[in-house]
């Protein structure tokens, strides 16, 4: 009897952490097909296709993602990555960087959207800016986190790394009126 008590205890337990268990790249969570996901005004963007990109290597020039505009950035293994600034995360043992730049053209607040478990840098006049916010994207919504910043305007790097994986998806979302 035990038994069968702590096996429907750990069912329970991974049926509430499948939704998070998917945003984290775990297997899709089967109670998401067919679902249409709530999505905020300002991440309804998601949904657009992804402009490809691939990520500098190295501080300096770096492809530019236009803020609302979903980007698929192609990653390089961190060994052929050279940051601007160190991440307080030391990277993984298989992980993944790069550089991209985005233009805030009026200051305000501004989220980074990601699908994937990278660690997300801010860069300007070669220090990491501090996130006002982070928070999980919507259920079912493929987005795993989203990190808000207070941004002046002008043009920043997105430094991502520590990634498992070799490819991610963002979106630069600017403030909404």
């Not at 220090?127 to 920043?156: Q, W």
Request: proline share 10%; aromatic share 6%.
């Amino acid at each position: 009897m035990l038994w069968r008590t702590a096996i429907g205890v750990v069912a329970v337990m991974m049926a509430l952490a499948a939704p998070a268990w998917a945003q984290m790249g775990g297997p899709a969570d089967p109670s998401c097909k067919g679902v249409a996901v709530e999505w905020p005004a300002d991440l309804k963007a998601w949904g657009l296709a992804a402009v490809p990109v691939t990520a500098a290597t190295a501080p300096g020039v770096a492809p530019a993602l236009t803020p609302g505009t979903p980007a698929r950035v192609t990653l390089v293994t961190k060994e052929g990555v050279t940051l601007a600034v160190t991440p307080p995360k030391p990277a993984g043992e298989k992980t993944y960087a790069g550089t991209v730049a985005f233009t805030v053209p009026a200051a305000g607040p501004y989220r980074i959207a990601i699908d994937g478990a990278a660690w997300i840098d801010v860069v300007a006049d070669g220090k990491s800016l501090d996130s006002t916010s982070h928070k999980h994207g919507p259920n079912c919504s493929g987005i795993h986190k989203v990190v808000d910043f207070g941004l002046a305007a002008g043009t920043y790097r997105l430094q991502l790394s520590n990634s498992p994986a070799a490819a991610v998806t963002v979106l630069v979302v600017p403030p909404q009126s």
